[in-house]
T-cell receptor, first 110, second 112 residues
């Protein structure tokens, strides 16, 4: 049961901001939005998570809409090393399982 | 911090043989997860532990699969007997709960 919907792929220009959308229209009040990415041949890497407020760290920013039905992960200055599969995951606060969908394959082009 | 350490990185075995995958989580992390990744099925959660106790093993595909966590610094995933369809990359991850989880580099298993 897919709780999130992401575009299968997207291209980004190196040096530009990359905006990755995610729909989670059935999200509940106690569910967080998590973002991970997986660079080819590596394990998934945690990026950021949030509940309802926007969040920012050294890797990215997470913008969650007021109704919480969608979110956007922003990579402020995409580099070639950001080419990866990006996963948007909804997780209940007291359930520690992460269920990965197909994600978005992001290709950063020079 | 060496991160989550998995061994071996690659394993090639013959059908019917026993395979043991190993994982050392990050010290202080209470949760440990085993995932399997294939092209067809993507990333699947097999089992996870909290404080060394298995909490949810509903993703373990068959009785041929078993996982243990004898202490806070070590976990194993065993397949006995192995079959070609078990070929996949197996990831171990650990975390403190509410934050993000750290994944290891994975073990690429090939069963011939």
């Amino acid at each position: 049961d897919a709780k999130t919907t992401q575009p299968p792929s997207m291209d980004c220009a190196e040096g530009r901001a990359a905006n990755l959308p995610c729909n989670h229209s059935t999200i509940s009040g106690n569910e967080y939005v998590y973002w991970y990415r997986q660079i080819h041949s590596q394990g998934p890497q945690y990026i950021i998570h949030g509940l309802k407020n926007n969040e920012t760290n050294e890797m990215a920013s997470l913008i969650i809409t007021e109704d919480r039905k969608s979110s956007t992960l922003i990579l402020p200055h995409a580099t070639l090393r950001d080419t990866a599969v990006y996963y948007c995951i909804v997780r209940v606060s007291n359930d520690y399982k992460l269920s990965f969908g197909a994600g978005t394959t992001v290709t950063v082009r020079a | 911090d060496a991160g989550v350490i998995q061994s071996p990185r690659h394993e090639v075995t013959e059908m019917g043989q026993e395979v043991t995958l190993r994982c050392k989580p990050i010290s202080g992390h209470d949760y440990l997860f085993w995932y399997r990744q294939t092209m067809m099925r993507g990333l699947e959660l097999l089992i996870y532990f909290n404080n060394n106790v298995p909490i949810d093993d509903s993703g373990m595909p068959e009785d041929r699969f078993s996982a243990k966590m004898p202490n806070a610094s070590f976990s194993t995933l065993k397949i006995q007997p192995s079959e070609p369809r078990d070929s996949a990359v197996y990831f171990c991850a650990s975390g403190g709960g509410a934050g993000g989880y750290t994944f290891g580099s994975g073990t690429r298993l090939t069963v011939v």
